[in-house]
């Protein structure tokens, strides 16, 4: 398999997490934002485009992440499915979910906000970590 490929899925798969951080987060949890008003900047286009070109070039790097280590077929993935999600899930448990965690403990943010941008971060890792084991069968 290619480089190339592993990298395209994950870029794919951060592309579709844009959709889903919109449901979530911007949808779903947005309204615990309010309740701590100085802690976000103002929203627009600006803000859109730069953190959607974010999630397409971290999914592309956990592309490569999955090209590197194999995915989770160590762990006894029987299918491109499971393999997804347990590679999506453990991303996530070893680096989304503690720097999120780590910085709810300091900066003045909502617990709606918290458990949104966890859940947001983990649907959006489970989808990259699939299209990167789809795209390795």
């Given at each position: ?12 798969g ?24 100085e ?19 971290a ?79």
């Amino acid at each position: 398999m290619s480089l190339m490929r592993f990298v395209i899925a994950g870029a794919v798969g951060g592309f579709v997490s844009i959709f889903t951080s919109w449901a979530i987060t911007g949808a779903l949890f947005h309204r615990f934002q309010r309740l701590t008003p100085e802690t976000w900047r103002p929203e627009g286009p600006k803000q859109y485009t730069l953190s959607s070109a974010v999630q397409i070039l971290a999914g592309a790097a956990v592309g490569l992440l999955y090209f590197a280590t194999g995915g989770a077929t160590r762990f006894g993935a029987t299918s491109w499915l499971s393999g997804g999600l347990l590679f999506g899930s453990l991303v996530w448990l070893a680096t989304s979910c503690p720097l999120h965690l780590v910085n709810a403990v300091y900066v003045k943010i909502h617990r709606g906000v918290v458990a949104g941008i966890l859940l947001d971060s983990l649907v959006g890792l489970l989808i990259v970590g699939c299209a990167c084991a789809r795209a390795a069968h």
